[in-house]
């Protein structure tokens, strides 16, 4: 059975940094392609950044380009999301997903993704 389980969210002042972490179990990590959305109250979940099996390709939406960087490591079965001069619309609970379908794969279609942890809480003040 694979799990992924996000770590790191919490409370930030805007303009300041936290970073999130998703181990995943159960299968073998560098034969997914992986991914983090976001969900605020009220809305839809939402792409945030992808990367590729290999880390060689990422994609960013464009609310978080030049803030946020995703990064993965193979050895750990471990993705993280970084995040800078973060804004109070960033709030929301965040996710992370992966896919084994498609190895190279770095796009936003939530049902390109197959498993999912159950998502760490982010609150940005303002």
């Known amino acids: 059975q694979v799990q992924l389980v996000e770590s790191g969210g919490g409370l930030v002042q805007a303009g300041g940094s936290l970073s999130l972490s998703c181990a995943v179990s159960?299968?073998?990590?560098?034969?997914?392609?992986m991914g983090w959305f976001r969900q605020a109250p009220g809305k839809e979940r939402e792409f945030v950044a992808a990367?590729?099996?290999?880390?060689?390709?990422?994609n960013y939406a464009d609310s978080v380009k030049g803030r946020f960087t995703i990064s993965r490591d193979n050895a750990k079965d471990t993705v993280s999301l970084r995040m800078n001069s973060l804004k109070p619309e960033d709030t929301a609970v965040y996710y992370c997903?992966?896919?084994?379908?498609?190895?190279?794969?770095?796009?936003?279609?939530?049902?390109?993704?197959?498993?999912w942890g159950q998502g760490t809480q982010v609150t940005v003040s303002s």
């Open positions: 159960g299968r073998t990590f560098s034969r997914a392609a």
């Open positions: 990367i590729n099996w290999n880390g060689g390709n990422t």
């Open positions: 997903a992966a896919n084994y379908g498609r190895l190279w794969y770095v796009g936003g279609d939530l049902s390109e993704y197959q498993y």
